[in-house]
C-alpha cells in the first residue's frame, strides 16, 4: 500500500502551509495516504516502515550548512535509499539529497541566484512522462554541480543542474518547484524582491505563456504514481 511522507525544513508558517498545499493538491488527485511533518514542530514522524514515499521540501537554509535537521533527515533519506523506497526532492531538498549520497562538495553557491520562471530540457524519464518543453519555477541561490557516476543527470537548463535521478532507482531531486501554482509563485518571488536588492539584475522570465504550467503537477503525479 502507498503511503507518503512530506518531510518539510521550511521556517515560516505561511511558506510550510503554501508547500503542503501544493503536495496535497497532488496526493488527493492520485488518492494516496500522506502525512505531513514539519520538522521541530511535529513531535516525531512514524518509522519509515510505513511509508514507501518521501518528499523532502524546499528550505529558507543552505544544503551545504549544518542545520538542526541535518542529521535527523540524513538518516531518514539513507533509509529510504537503503529500502529501496521512493524519494523526490525538491530544491533545497535536491541539493541535500546530493550532499548526503555525494558529499558536502556537490553543493556549491551560484555566483547568480536563479529566481523567476525558466525552460528546461528533460530527458526521457518516467518522472517525465506527458510533459514537453517545460517552463519551472526557479527560487534557489545553491546549486548541485559534480556529482559522482551514481547520479544521473536528466535535466539541465543553462544556469545549473535540474534534475537527478540516483543509479537507477526511484530516488530523485529537482531543482525547481513543481508544488507551486503562480499565486504561490508570486509570494515567494516578492519576498525576494523586496528583501534582495539585485533581484532585478537575476530574476528571469521565460513563460511566455501561463497555459503552459499546467503540466508541471506531473512531476508530482509521476512520481506518486511510481
Not at 516502515?49 to 549544518?66: F, K, Q
Not at 523506497?85 to 555566483?111: D, E, N, S, T
Not at 535521478?165 to 531531486?173: L, P, S
Not at 518547484?177 to 530574476?203: G, V
Request: glycine share 4%; charged share 30%.
Amino acid at each position: 500500500m502507498k503511503k507518503l511522507l512530506v518531510y518539510n525544513v521550511m521556517e515560516f508558517p505561511e511558506k510550510i502551509r503554501l508547500f503542503n498545499l501544493g503536495i496535497g493538491r497532488e496526493v488527493d488527485a492520485v488518492g494516496i495516504e500522506e502525512d505531513f511533518y514539519v520538522y521541530d514542530k511535529d513531535k516525531t514522524h512514524r518509522s519509515i516502515a510505513a511509508y514507501s514515499h518521501l518528499i523532502i521540501s524546499g528550505s529558507e537554509a543552505s544544503a551545504m550548512d549544518e542545520s538542526p535537521w541535518t542529521e535527523e533527515l540524513s538518516r531518514v533519506v539513507l533509509d529510504f535509499v537503503a529500502a529501496d523506497k521512493k524519494i523526490l526532492a525538491i530544491c533545497y531538498g535536491h541539493q541535500f539529497l546530493a550532499r548526503v549520497l555525494c558529499g558536502k562538495k556537490c553543493v556549491v553557491k551560484m555566483p547568480v541566484p536563479e529566481y523567476g520562471y525558466s525552460k528546461i530540457k528533460i530527458t526521457d524519464n518516467k518522472l517525465f512522462d506527458g510533459i514537453t518543453d517545460p517552463v519551472v519555477l526557479e527560487l534557489h541561490y545553491d546549486a548541485v554541480v559534480d556529482l559522482s557516476v551514481d547520479f544521473g543527470v536528466i535535466a539541465t537548463n543553462d544556469k545549473s543542474i535540474q534534475a537527478i535521478q540516483y543509479k537507477d532507482m526511484d530516488v530523485y531531486g529537482v531543482q525547481f518547484h513543481p508544488e507551486f501554482d503562480q499565486k504561490a509563485a508570486k509570494i515567494f518571488l516578492d519576498e525576494t524582491r523586496r528583501c534582495d536588492p539585485a533581484f532585478p539584475d537575476f530574476y528571469k522570465n521565460e513563460l511566455a505563456d501561463a497555459g503552459k504550467l499546467a503540466q508541471n503537477r506531473r512531476f508530482i503525479r509521476n512520481f506518486l504514481m511510481m
